[in-house]
């Protein structure tokens, strides 16, 4: 197996590594640059700890191999906040509680990011099933739902 | 293992022609790169189709629409004329896998997967959908339903790749619908898939149907009976009986970790009145 | 030992508020570190070879060929990892279990393992271990395995705790019981009664973070492992006397933990690492595949379990009787006896009697799971106690609160109860809007109550004071969900600060003394007391040294707000000193100010729930979705009550699963056919309502700050609330859990026929 | 002076009796005396044992003083989650 040359941006950084044919883009992610953030529960997309957005989609990245990342855009939770300001899901993931273990919390980050770009104004029915894709074991996944809609009220400018 | 990304079908093509041993297709790769996570996969070449051009798009032509092998479901659902045009292909297509998987996946995957429970499939059986299969010698149509040809098998030959799904303009007063049965409300494979297509005169009248079956047999199932069924109805209930008696009788399931013989035997029947009712409605019928 | 734990109540100024966690900010950054997050110069990927067999004697097993792969470092076997344990069954347990000695008893069961330089090198080297198995019968089903012509699974177990003793090797490795009075009086006095059998099926913990960990041994006799753990005090204990290390000389840390909920309290793969990083003499990377979690960690019990209830036309409780069997995997355990202790702990029985059996089957072993062996035995009891109440024409929360146990009752596991939170949480559901609310068509309402018992045990904090007044406290239990913030609330309590200036970290085990796990509700329970009286230590520090600094007699200091008050006007109104006044002036005074606890946190009580839910289903496709759902519990004093909210609400979702869709399932092969979380089906955000929570508190006696354990109670009633809601739902008593759609639909299609 | 209960499975350990009769101040010299009068019950007393005393389970803390007239029982040592 020949290792390939990969150019990429990965949060808003250029990005170039090399990898075998059958490396993830998690395994490259978490082995090859030290972005550890994203996380494997399972590595067959039914978890979604993995989530990044790849071109503004959310994906799980042990779905997707290091080689198709050549000329994508990829975000990862490394890049969510902006410098030391968190992004107002960050902020509301810790204000309500909304993470235990917190083994998920990235995945859930990226998703809800991935979210409330496409639908500012998300009903509680629509962030269900958007966020149907990423397991969480510890919170009955009721405090992670308040904090999407109310970072989106924030980002919508209607609280504080 | 070798990774390519040919710029050209035939390129791709003959990459799949020339493989030695075993090759496979990227598209999405929801399905392939599960598969490589299993220790005992071993292949030589994977062929990643998704920088030949035309891949990436759904195309609306005179006859109807041309979609793309590296389409993502979501961008299926992006397409409003499409979604106007077939809404039970599109919620089909979206019921695959989260959001996550929506982002990647594709229905040529879908259909060259072979599952018998994928969800795409039924809707573009009944929908009439054809595959354009690109091969080292040029390119033939298969009608969607001579695909699959058991679980995991295609009858597709070797250097082939389907670039393509070609659905129809539908007929003036024409809905089709898609519905499944899973034991959540999202992630799981269906246990049972039914899509239903109709078309209407003008009084409300079925004057054309297909009806297909996931999930309950080694393939998709189009029902004949089914169809014969509603033909020249307003779907009314003993219509409606008739055409879930014979889906029913049309199931050839099995028993595993996701249902039962008699679950899927009785649940076909009850979809298939659901999803003709809800058909009729987007064709038009009171 | 001399720490005085009787709750003296008081008004709180931090604790019971919601501030901001410690570890929030790593955690939504991406940046906190989990068991697979961590690597150290020269490290080697390990993979493990398992069984694909459900039961099958080890013949032999060659490692040689996969010894000469290049880049392979060592090959581990059973002979690696020599017997040190001394008789003892329980440790010996865990050594097989880790790595097979002389059979595989289930599909998973680990057989060997490679280290080397890389994942490929590894898998290839897997691929050449060759094993020569006899495959020998299996079972895995607990009602089969107690059948005479079963398969028996070890010739040396006979069961314990029957008379005469048993001669003949059983698959019921044990038989317990418990109880008072004499049923069959009892059941003579009934008007009523019912009687049923029910099921339930294996379910797993389903942490999203597979187990993790690095292995490090040095050739001087020193080992180092991080790992993903809820006690790495325990796991230092077992690798170090399963691989024969000084426990001191083994430093274990313990990284974030992605969930554990039981199944982090037992070692898996830790022994193998070490094992195999002693003989490669590098450090070992092992990370579980999520088919290997599911495969060869932590299932709870499959059971089986006959329940027997009685009452007279009043509504009283004449006798209760109740079989339960339970499968522990390949090895004696003690799962059934407590699903005997618990079944009927909610209640006043004047004669009961339970009696457990342990199953031996060829399934992974068990581990503890949130409250283990509960939820299982609250299913039948409950639902019985639903029934029953039908039968005789009462409302089923009425039914309860007749024959509730309270302060003073004998329990069902033998103790009398002392003040209990059982009552309460019912009479708060019957209050409960819920409870009222109209039902829609094709909907159910179900409620049940949920008894566990809290832990206490060994606890200890280090609590330093900083030169600029800021607090760091270091504890040796690890935080599962929240505790690093409930315990800074607590020592800024104590101490009279503000959250912000505490900072706790979960300490390695070379840096703090033993610490028992984070289990049995005991995490915050427990390390709060131990932070309690290592505050208060500090405070008798403090008072000597503000007497210094005054230069005033001790017993003129008191301790007030955070501060250092002189008594009294003798003293010249001296203006109090503040935790950052004696801190900076901490070196001229004596040196850093600590305070130090070790303790045993006994006594912790017992906790109790009641639980409601509304289901609907879909008759025609026995498709069901629970739309409401509402967790009463007595969380004595909630220490961070949006952490004690969390705490119910995860464990009602896990009771959700269980009931509804997660199994186990197992082919005729013996193997299980839905290792991962496409098929072994928990909850997703779309499946679940919000989750309404009420926090009852009723102080602990045994607690300072009335605290008690609040983790595991909620995952007891969801399994019977949801049985019940769904019975009521559709007229048809549903008696095997999960109650999925095809046991839905089939059991609405057998009462039409 | 104490009745202490057993458990159902301490009991094949001590000559079949449900309840023993001991005098003690602690929990300590209560499990002493009674591995004393059962040696068998030494190896479960080991590790396998909790007190309850009125109620409250004691898993360690094995200094614990018995109050007059307590109700005193012998019981598993428990896993949890």
Redesign the interface.
């Known amino acids: ?2 290792s ?1 040359a990969v150019a990429t941006i990965i949060n808003d950084d250029k990005v170039e590594f090399l990898c075998q ?2 490396e ?1 883009l998690l395994d490259i992610l ?1 082995n090859r640059l030290g ?15 993995c ?1 990044t957005i ?1 071109d503004g ?4 990245s ?4 290091g ?2 990342a ?1 000329g994508r855009t990829i975000e ?3 890049g ?2 902006n410098g030391s300001k ?1 992004h107002p899901l ?2 509301k ?5 909304a ?8 995945g859930f ?1 990226m ?1 809800a990011k ?2 409330l770009e496409v639908n500012p104004n998300p009903t ?2 629509q ?20 904090a999407v809609q109310d970072a989106a009220a924030e980002i919508r400018g209607e609280t504080t | ?3 390519e ?1 040919p710029d050209t079908m035939q390129a791709a093509t003959a990459l799949l022609a020339g493989a030695e041993a075993k090759s496979f297709v ?1 598209a999405g ?2 399905d392939l ?2 598969r ?2 299993n220790d005992d996969f071993e292949a030589d070449l ?1 062929v ?1 189709i ?1 920088a030949i051009s035309g891949m990436a798009k759904v195309t609306e032509t005179d006859d109807g629409f041309v979609i793309g092998a590296g389409v ?1 479901s ?1 961008a299926l659902f992006e397409d409003t004329a499409l979604v106007a045009a077939w809404p039970g292909v599109v919620e089909a297509a979206n019921l695959i ?5 929506q ?2 996946c594709t229905i040529v995957g879908n259909l060259c997967n072979a599952s018998p429970a994928a969800d795409s499939v039924p809707a573009l059986v009944a929908a009439g959908a054809v595959a354009q299969v690109a091969g080292p010698s040029g390119t033939r149509d298969v009608a969607v339903i001579d695909i699959p040809t058991g679980p995991g098998k295609t009858s597709l030959a070797k250097g082939e790749i389907i670039q393509a799904i070609l659905l129809p303009k539908p007929n003036a007063r024409t809905g089709d619908a898609y519905l499944r049965f899973i034991p959540r ?3 799981d494979i269906a246990v049972v898939g039914v899509a239903v297509n109709l078309t209407l005169n003008e009084d409300g009248t079925v004057i054309a149907a297909r009806v297909a079956l996931g999930a309950v047999g080694p393939k998709v199932i189009l029902v004949d009976t089914a169809a014969k069924a509603v033909i020249g109805s307003k779907l009314e209930d003993v219509v409606l009986q008739a055409l879930s008696e014979s889906c029913s009788a049309a199931c050839t399931p099995i028993n595993d970790k996701r249902g039962t013989v008699a679950f899927r035997t009785q649940v076909a029947g009850v979809l298939a009145r659901r999803a003709a009712q809800t058909a009729y409605t987007r064709a038009g019928g009171k | 030992m001399s720490f005085d734990a009787t709750n003296s109540s008081k008004s709180f100024k931090s604790v019971g508020t ?1 501030p ?2 410690p ?3 790593d ?8 068991g ?2 961590f690597n150290m110069p020269g490290q080697l990927v390990a993979r493990v070879l398992r069984s694909k067999h459900a039961h099958a004697k080890i013949k032999s097993i060659d490692t040689s060929r996969a010894e000469t792969v290049k880049g392979v470092k060592a090959v581990v076997t059973a002979a690696d990892l020599p017997d040190l344990t001394d008789g003892d069954p329980a440790l010996f347990a865990v050594l097989d279990n880790c790595m097979a000695r002389n059979k595989a008893m289930y599909d998973g069961h680990a057989i060997a393992a490679v280290a080397a330089i890389d994942e490929k090198a590894a898998k290839a080297a897997l691929k050449l271990i060759a094993v020569d198995y006899e495959i020998l019968p299996h079972v895995t089903d607990v009602d089969a395995a107690t059948l005479p012509d079963a398969p028996v699974l070890n010739e040396a177990i006979f069961t314990q705790g029957v008379e005469p003793k048993s001669t003949r090797p059983s698959n019921i490795a044990n038989r317990t019981e418990f109880g008072h009075g004499d049923v069959d009086v009892g059941f003579s006095h009934a008007d009523s009664v019912v009687e049923r059998s029910y099921k339930t099926e294996q379910t797993h ?6 187990h993790a960990c690095v292995a490090n041994c040095n050739p001087d006799g020193t080992a180092e492992l991080w790992v993903c753990t809820q006690g790495h005090f325990v796991y230092r204990q077992v690798c170090a006397d399963l691989l024969g290390i000084e426990v001191s000389k083994l430093r274990v840390t313990s990284s ?6 039981g199944g982090k309290t037992h070692v898996w793969t830790e022994p193998v690492a070490l094992a195999l990083s002693r003989k490669a003499n590098r450090p070992v990377k092992l ?1 579980m ?2 088919d290997e979690v599911f495969r060869a960690s932590g299932p709870t019990s499959a059971t089986s379990i006959d329940v027997k209830i009685g009452a007279n036309k009043d509504g009283i409780i004449t006798a209760a009787t109740a079989t339960l069997r339970y499968t522990s995997g390949p090895y004696a355990d003690m799962w059934a006896e407590l699903g005997a202790m618990t079944s009927f702990a909610c209640y006043d029985l004047e004669n009961v009697k339970t009696v457990g059996l342990e199953v031996i089957v060829n399934r992974p072993k068990v581990a503890a799971y949130r409250a283990p062996s509960a939820p299982m035995a609250a299913f039948a009891v409950e639902s019985a106690i639903d029934e029953l109440a039908q039968k005789i024409g009462m409302n089923p929360v009425d039914f309860r609160i007749q024959n509730v146990a309270s302060e003073g009752t004998q329990s069902s596991y033998g103790p009398i109860y002392g003040p209990i939170g059982i009552g309460p949480t019912l009479e708060a559901a019957k209050a409960h809007p819920h409870m009222s609310a109209p039902l829609g068509k094709n909907q159910g309402r179900g409620m049940a109550c949920g008894f566990w018992f809290n832990f206490g045990g060994q606890t200890c904090t280090d609590l330093n004071i900083s030169a600029d007044g800021t607090v760091t406290i270091a504890v040796g239990t690890v935080d ?3 505790s690093r913030a409930s315990l800074s609330l607590i020592a800024a309590e104590e101490l009279g600060l503000s959250y912000d200036n505490i900072k706790a970290v979960v300490a390695d085990t070379s840096t703090l003394g033993y610490n028992d796990m984070t289990d049995g509700s005991r995490g915050t329970f427990s390390t709060s007391m131990a932070t309690i009286s290592a505050a208060r230590n500090a405070i008798e520090i403090m008072r000597h040294r503000a007497a210094l600094m005054w230069d005033i007699p001790l017993g003129d200091v008191y301790w007030e707000d955070g501060h250092a008050h002189a008594a009294g006007t003798k003293h010249g109104n001296l203006a109090p000193l503040s935790v950052k006044d004696i801190a900076a002036e901490a070196g001229k005074t004596g040196g850093p100010i600590a305070g130090h606890s070790e303790l045993v946190a006994d006594g912790a009580g017992v906790s109790f729930a009641t639980h409601i839910c509304d289901i609907d289903v879909d008759p025609e496709t026995g498709s069901s979705r629970v739309v409401r759902y509402t967790v009463i519990q007595d969380a004595g004093k909630a220490v961070h009550p ?2 004690v ?2 705490q119910y ?2 464990g ?3 009771g959700i699963g269980w009931a509804l869709n997660e199994e186990y399932i197992y082919g005729e092969d013996g193997r299980l056919q839905n290792p ?3 098929d072994y089906r ?7 309502p ?2 309404d929570t009420q926090i009852l508190e009723i102080p602990n006696p045994k607690h300072p700050y009335g605290v008690r354990g609040v983790g595991e109670t909620s995952i007891v009633p969801p399994l019977a609330a949801i049985a019940n809601a769904v019975s009521n739902a559709v007229g048809v008593r549903m008696t095997h859990i999960p109650v999925s759609p095809p046991r839905i639909l089939a059991a609405l299609t057998d009462a039409k026929d | 002076m104490f009745d202490v209960k057993l458990w159902a499975g301490l009991q094949h350990l001590a000559d079949n009796q449900k309840v023993v009769p001991i005098e003690a101040r602690t929990i300590r010299e209560l499990l002493r005396k009674m591995e004393n009068q059962y040696p068998g019950l030494a190896e479960p007393i080991k590790g396998h044992v909790a007190v309850s005393i009125n109620g409250v389970i004691y898993r360690n803390d094995w200094s614990q003083e018995l109050p007059k007239g307590a109700e005193i029982m012998l019981i598993r040592r428990l896993a949890g989650g």
Not at chain 1, 62 to 65: A, E, G, K, R
Not at chain 2, 97 to 101: M, W
Not at chain 3, 27 to 34: C, D, E, F, L, S
């Open positions: 197996m020949s390939i044919p059958d993830t978490r972005l550890m953030g994203t996380k494997e529960g399972c590595g067959t997309g039914d978890c979604g700890a989530s790849m989609r959310v994906v799980c042990c779905l997707v191999l080689a198709e050549q990862t939770i490394e969510m906040a968190l960050q902020r993931f810790i204000e309500h509680a993470l235990q273990c917190g083994i998920c919390t990235p980050l998703a991935a979210l509680e029915t962030i269900r099933f958007w966020l149907a894709g990423n397991l969480c074991r510890c919170t009955g996944y009721d405090k992670i739902v308040r | 293992m070798r990774y990304r990227l790769g929801t790169l599960v490589m996570q994977i990643d998704k993502p979501v896998g989260s959001t996550q998987i982002g990647r409300t999202e992630m | 919601r901001l966690r570890d929030g900010v955690k939504v950054t991406g940046r906190a570190r989990y697979a997050d913990q389903g942490y999203i973070e597979p974030e933990i992605g969930g554990g909920f990370v595949s999520r599962v969900g929240g949006s952490y909210e969390g609400q995860g009602a979702a896990q991962g979380f496409l928990i909850p997703v955000c779309s499946d679940l919000m989750i």
